[in-house]
């Protein structure tokens, strides 16, 4: 992803038989009290590990396919029905990328359903990193791709585990509704820093959610969408990004909402951060899908208002935070167990 502006200092088959799919414009509350499963942290710190353990996930790369492999078994075992929508994509320099989006559906036969999604491969190049010497080395990515990943799989094991559980807070056993969980692929190919010897061409970034966006198959409709990147830094907070703002308010107010009613607001401080170019503008430019965009900002940080580990070789496990993760998983419960 990229920055467009700041103003704080700051896209087959879904395959589903969906021609019913009910519309996005439905009210926006959530439950004023916490709902849903108690999120994992360290379930999700270990599927962030498990995804750093194959090695940076850059296009084309063996690691990229294993773990692409593991990913898709994951979603499996915890009994989504899951399709790999495979692509040629140009990056920026006329490399063919070897694209698979993963999706994985849950509860496929309900006709509301929500996306949730986030990218997993990894920067080829640490363009951002304050030595050199670093910036054509690839990035691990625990952070910038695993850990939505992670955030993701947490919470389709629960909504698996949530079947047979006893009630949950509310009286519920599992959703009524249905989620697409999309890992996008090549979003972290775009234009690097250090290129000298052509202008950047633009569009370079978010491949996988371009191609995932003007694919859908006809008829299919997801209430809204959740885009969750960077979940799991140190020191992260979340603010109201730009682009989510314009596309999709009354989905960030009720993602922040539901922060509040979870116990996390602390993370989501009720201030507008940047402009940001991610997987959730052609899901709400071309795929229409309202989407909002779980990014954080670093106001302070003058390396990166994305972070400090930002597209550097310090993007590892030892700068994941739990507490971060549990605080975005904790949220997407909230808001998922808040939908009727």
């Known amino acids: 992803m990229r920055y467009q502006c700041w103003t704080m200092g700051w896209t087959l088959l879904l395959f589903f038989a969906l021609a019913a799919c009910k519309s996005a414009k439905k009210d926006v509350t959530v439950d004023a009290e916490p709902v849903g499963p108690a999120f ?18 850059t296009m084309n790369s063996e690691a990229h396919e294993r773990c692409g492999a593991w990913i898709a078994g994951k979603f ?6 899951v399709t790999e929508q495979k692509a040629d994509l140009k ?8 694209a698979t989006n993963i999706i994985a559906a849950y509860n496929p ?36 791709g695993a850990s939505g990943v992670a955030v993701m799989l947490e919470i389709a094991r629960l909504l698996k585990d949530s079947v047979t559980a006893q009630p949950l807070p509310g009286g519920r056993h599992s959703l009524p509704l249905g989620i697409d969980f999309v890992c996008f692929d090549a979003e972290d190919w775009g234009f690097p ?27 299919y409709e997801a209430r809204f969408g959740i885009l969750l990147d960077m979940v799991g830094g140190e020191g992260a907070q979340f603010f109201k990004e730009g682009l989510s703002m314009e596309y999709a308010n009354a989905i960030v107010n009720k993602v922040w909402a539901a922060a509040k009613a979870a116990g996390q607001g602390s993370f989501f401080p009720d201030r507008e951060g940047g402009y940001v ?40 496990m030892q700068h994941i935070d739990r507490n971060t993760l549990k605080a975005v998983g904790q949220t997407v419960i909230q808001v998922l167990f808040s939908e009727e």
Not at 40 to 57: I, L
Not at 91 to 97: A, E, K, Q, R, V
């Open 76 to 81: 499996r075992q915890y009994g989504c029905k």
């Open 193 to 219: 820093m250090w290129e000298t010897d052509m202008e950047d061409p633009g569009d370079t970034w978010a491949l996988g959610a371009q191609y995932f966006a003007s694919h859908l198959p006809t008829g």
């Open 109 to 144: 036969q309900a006709t509301t359903r929500i996306l949730i999604c986030a990218h997993w491969d990894s920067r080829p190049w640490a363009d951002n990193d304050p030595d050199k010497a670093n910036h054509k080395t690839p990035v691990l990515a625990a952070n910038d």
């Open 277 to 316: 170019t991610d997987d959730h503008l052609p899901l709400n430019k071309t795929a229409a899908i309202p989407t909002v965009d779980i990014i954080p900002f670093y106001p302070d940080c003058s390396a990166s208002s994305f972070g400090p580990t930002w597209h550097t070789v310090n993007d590892d």
């Open 40 to 57: 994992n942290a360290d379930s999700a710190y270990a599927f962030c590990q498990a995804q750093c353990d194959f090695g940076p996930r």
């Open 91 to 98: 990056g920026y320099d006329g490399t063919i990328l070897k």
